[in-house]
């Protein structure tokens, strides 16, 4: 059964992710987004990843994303994230990474490292709202460019619940992204993370 370390998951994650900001849709940050609302645990829904992401994130279940005020290192990052899941299934050995975000706002964009004076990752909270249950949730869009791997891109839901997603809503966001904003050029499929039996 194929293993992989926290350290090279995220390493080679970084590696995808390196940008050079050539042929990536810009999409406009979210206005209804708000930093000050982003600490805590968020729960990976569904993400649309080329193939560079998937061929990695593809044997993650329970994925899972915390995000904290940066009490440790100033000079780092503005917010901590935990990024954790589960290998294969509920029971599956966890692969757990922190990285840190910068240069934050003051609208819904941020950069993300792993390591002081690494490869920045840019992202943008592209649409967030509260479902039909209360739940607060956003989507998450990232890309990068570069000679090796080219064009790599992630659309990534997240909800403060990791289950009970509204299936129309989800629908409605999936349109927005896929045909308006035409974030998946390369028509990657939907990938919906198992969250049932994790928490």
Not at 145 to 168: D, E, M, W
Not at 169 to 177: A, K, W
């Amino acid at each position: 059964m194929l293993r992989l370390s926290a350290s090279s998951f995220f390493t080679l994650s970084l590696v995808y992710s390196f940008s050079l900001a050539q042929n990536c849709t810009a999409p406009s940050p979210s206005s209804d987004f708000k930093f000050d609302t982003m600490n805590g645990p968020w729960f990976e829904i569904v993400r649309i990843q080329t193939a560079g992401g998937n061929a990695l994130q593809q044997f993650c279940a329970c994925t899972q994303l915390i995000f904290s005020d940066d009490e440790g290192n100033k000079t780092i990052g503005n917010k901590d994230v935990i990024n954790s899941c589960r290998f294969l299934n509920p029971t599956g050995d966890f692969i757990n990474a922190t990285s840190y975000l910068i240069n934050m706002g003051p609208t819904a964009h941020w950069d993300e490292v792993y390591f002081p004076g690494g490869p920045p990752a840019s992202y943008n909270a592209i649409l967030a709202g509260t479902d039909e249950r209360g739940v607060d949730w956003f989507v998450e869009y990232d890309c990068s460019n570069n000679a090796i791997f080219g064009n790599n891109y992630c659309v990534h839901v997240l909800s403060r619940s990791p289950t009970g997603f509204p299936q129309k809503l989800m629908d409605e966001i999936l349109v927005e992204t896929t045909v308006i904003l035409k974030l998946n050029p390369e028509n990657r499929p939907v990938n919906y993370t198992m969250q049932e039996g994790c928490w």
